[in-house]
């Protein structure tokens, strides 16, 4: 029987215990355990959350990312499409003032080319007046010459057409009143 008292005491004693241990300590550690339960799910509840907040997050910035870069292209494409823009109309007033500067450039040569003529017009009538004067003076000057000049003259109206047969008639009788006629002006 003392092993049945040492077994019902020890009985007793585990029962004690184990009463003891669940109603003292195992509350405590009950309690301790679901905290700890508690903050290991809030933990992953936060995680979880972070992560879809990150995801999230990801989504915006690559979205950001992506208007970000079309908005570039369409800056580009808008800075390529005015730079062409803006090349053409510079080309084009360009070309325009290549065809005015032409223009004025041909016109001023018309002008400068009409008034070269025109001086030199003026200058050759004077320059023929002068000889033509002086030739006159010369040939007026000598009797032979006289002679001479009007005989070619007289020879030149005789082979006009229409002009040989009354020329020759009238032709001696003319010469002494040219003769005379060209004697009384010097």
Do not use: C
Not at 32 to 48: F, G, H, K, L, N
């Amino acid at each position: 029987m003392e092993a049945f008292l040492h077994f019902a005491a020890e009985l007793v004693a585990f029962l004690l215990l184990f009463f003891l241990l669940y109603r003292y300590v195992w509350p405590f550690v009950r309690r301790m355990m679901e905290e700890r339960q508690d903050a290991v799910t809030r933990q992953v509840e936060e995680s979880e959350e972070a992560s879809r907040k990150l995801e999230e997050a990801q989504r915006r910035f690559d979205q950001a990312v992506a208007e970000a870069r079309a908005e570039a292209a369409k800056i580009r494409d808008d800075a390529r499409a005015d730079a062409t823009r803006i090349s053409e109309e510079l080309r084009e007033q360009a070309e325009r003032e290549v065809v005015r500067i032409r223009q004025r450039g041909e016109e001023e040569l018309a002008a400068q080319r009409d008034q070269v003529v025109r001086q030199l017009r003026a200058e050759i009538g004077a320059l023929s007046f002068e000889t033509a004067q002086r030739m006159v003076t010369d040939s007026l000057a000598d009797e032979s010459r006289r002679g001479a000049t009007v005989d070619t003259f007289l020879s030149e109206l005789d082979r006009l057409p229409g002009g040989s047969a009354a020329g020759s008639q009238d032709g001696v009788r003319a010469q002494p009143r040219a003769e005379a006629g060209l004697g009384g002006t010097n």
